[in-house]
């Protein structure tokens, strides 16, 4: 007899991999394992609805990071930057060493913004479509390699979360991964999850290394498309025109240094609250504090807020839903039995097999932070009865987790980047995108992740 938990997962990354979407995957997967398990339809539905209450917090925290990212956006800080960008460096572009001092300039700037987006400044992949398409021309003469851009941007998405625990890191690394680690039998009371999720980190910045010095380091040419110089002209004259509007200098600056306090705010908040709920709620508060945003609009800017966010925060609760169905089912335990005696003992099998499942599934659904609470279950107790140590258990379940968020189709770590980049037509999200940003970190965080496993 077929086992209900692998059953389910089979169905809900079958129908994702068809591109139903995820939420109706995973809530079918659960009812079909609910019914295979002996659960019976209403006791699914109940079990279900029991864990959708286990992500509510997770998913208000998204809604309200929506919200104060785009009163970030409002504030006009995202535009000022790329703004100065241009003003600075355009004129420089493609003249000697300057215009390659300009080049790692921007690879740098790319790579903070990106890190920053997920932690310090958690506004997600809400920067990109502001700052990238005004740049497109600079780095056209630049003559860069626009998949390399796309690597910049995801692993400044993906390896900042999967390793500090700020901003999005913590909700996948406290509210996610060891919330729903403890859950399933393992004392996290003494665990690091930096140095469990150093290794696997340091396998994206080999991936990093890789694309920026080997693979993509040729010149590659693009045509100066007029959407091109349409995007850098709307941004620079709009730029002109608020400095000759009366007082409208001296309000832009003012409203960036809101936009600043804002940030410091609700890092703080979330520093010594350990809640990004808070931290995003002061954050927003300042906004409307200093009238930024103001009373009257406030309403639409946290509703524009809410839609930004909105997909990934159903998504996570349903796969909470998804994964007290599975436990609910009992037969989490006849699984880990049966891999483990399939394993043999060999842990180095069971931690390859486990990490390229997490791919598998992650590529599946689209969503890392969503994956976890669908493996932890298993995964748990499997680790501990082949007895790998609650930090290499950790580190399995953290790195298989983030494995395949680069490299999905439906990623918002790809998705992202390919939004700034294809507004002209010259970048295909599938070849330029997703196949170099999957082959450059998940193949590293394979490797890496399957070390840290076998030393920690």
């Given at each position: 007899?077929?086992n209900a938990?692998?059953?389910?997962v089979?169905v809900?990354?079958?129908l ?5 979407h995820?939420?109706?995957?995973l ?6 394992g609910?019914l295979?398990?002996g ?6 539905l109940?079990?279900?609805q029991d864990?959708?209450?286990?992500g ?5 925290s ?8 785009v009163?970030?956006?409002h504030?006009g800080l995202?535009q000022?930057l790329a703004?100065?960008v ?5 004129g420089?572009?493609?003249?000697g060493s300057?215009g390659?001092?300009?080049k ?11 890190c920053?987006?997920q932690n ?9 479509p502001?700052?990238v ?5 600079v ?7 626009r998949?390399l851009l796309?690597c910049l941007?995801t692993?400044?998405?993906v ?7 700020y901003?999005?890191g913590?909700?996948?690394l406290?509210?996610i991964?060891l ?6 039998g393992?004392?996290i009371?003494?665990?690091s999850v930096?140095?469990a999720?150093?290794?696997p ?22 045509k100066n498309?007029?959407?091109?110089q349409?995007a850098q002209d709307e ?6 025109l608020?400095?000759?509007?009366n007082n409208?200098?001296?309000q ?15 890092f703080v ?13 002061f954050?927003?508060g300042?906004f409307m504090a200093t ?9 639409s800017v946290f ?7 909105a997909m990934?925060g159903?998504?996570?609760?349903t ?5 007290e169905v ?7 335990q ?9 394993f043999?003992?060999?842990?180095a099998?069971?931690?390859?097999v486990m ?24 995964y748990v107790p ?7 140590s609650p ?8 790195t298989?987790?983030?494995l395949?968020d ?5 990623s918002d770590?790809t ?5 700034g980049?294809a507004?002209d037509g010259q ?12 082959i ?11 070390i840290a496993?076998?030393?920690?």
């Amino acid at each position: 007899m077929i086992n209900a938990v692998l059953l389910a997962v089979v169905v809900m990354l079958g129908l994702s991999l068809a591109r139903v979407h995820v939420v109706l995957s995973l809530l079918i997967g659960a009812v079909v394992g609910g019914l295979v398990g002996g659960l019976g339809l209403e006791a699914t539905l109940t079990s279900f609805q029991d864990g959708i209450k286990n992500g509510a917090e997770i998913a208000l925290s998204y809604a309200l990071l929506g919200a104060f990212a785009v009163a970030i956006a409002h504030s006009g800080l995202p535009q000022s930057l790329a703004n100065g960008v241009i003003n600075r460096m355009n004129g420089q572009a493609g003249q000697g060493s300057q215009g390659i001092s300009v080049k790692w300039l921007l690879f740098a700037g790319l790579v903070l913004m990106s890190c920053f987006s997920q932690n310090i400044i958690p506004i997600h992949i809400a920067f990109i479509p502001l700052i990238v398409p005004p740049l497109l021309l600079v780095f056209n003469r630049l003559q860069v390699d626009r998949r390399l851009l796309a690597c910049l941007m995801t692993f400044g998405l993906v390896n900042t979360y999967m390793f500090l625990p700020y901003g999005f890191g913590d909700i996948y690394l406290n509210q996610i991964m060891l919330k729903n680690v403890a859950d399933s039998g393992l004392d996290i009371a003494n665990i690091s999850v930096i140095k469990a999720m150093a290794i696997p980190a340091l396998g994206m910045v080999c991936g990093l290394l890789i694309a920026v010095f080997i693979s993509y380091r040729k010149p590659r040419q693009y045509k100066n498309i007029d959407i091109d110089q349409q995007a850098q002209d709307e941004l620079i004259a709009s730029d002109s025109l608020s400095q000759t509007a009366n007082n409208a200098q001296p309000q832009s600056k003012m409203k960036t240094l809101v936009a600043l306090g804002a940030i410091i705010t609700a890092f703080v908040v979330q520093l010594y609250t350990d809640s990004l709920l808070l931290g995003s709620l002061f954050g927003f508060g300042v906004f409307m504090a200093t009238g930024v945003v103001k009373w009257r609009e406030a309403d639409s800017v946290f509703n524009e807020g809410i839609k930004l966010m909105a997909m990934i925060g159903f998504i996570m609760i349903t796969a909470q839903g998804f994964a007290e169905v599975m436990k609910a089912t009992d037969q989490i335990q006849p699984l880990v039995d049966g891999a483990a005696a399939m394993f043999a003992g060999s842990k180095a099998m069971a931690a390859l097999v486990m990490l390229l499942i997490g791919l598998v599934v992650t590529m599946g659904i689209g969503s890392s932070f969503s994956t976890i609470p669908i493996i932890a279950a298993i995964y748990v107790p499997l680790c501990i009865s082949l007895g790998f140590s609650p930090l290499a258990t950790v580190a399995i379940i953290g790195t298989a987790g983030a494995l395949g968020d680069a490299g999905s189709p439906a990623s918002d770590s790809t998705l992202g980047p390919t939004s700034g980049l294809a507004v002209d037509g010259q970048h295909d999200h599938i070849k330029d995108t997703v196949i170099p940003t999957f082959i450059h970190y998940n193949i590293p965080l394979l490797i890496f992740g399957w070390i840290a496993a076998m030393v920690l």
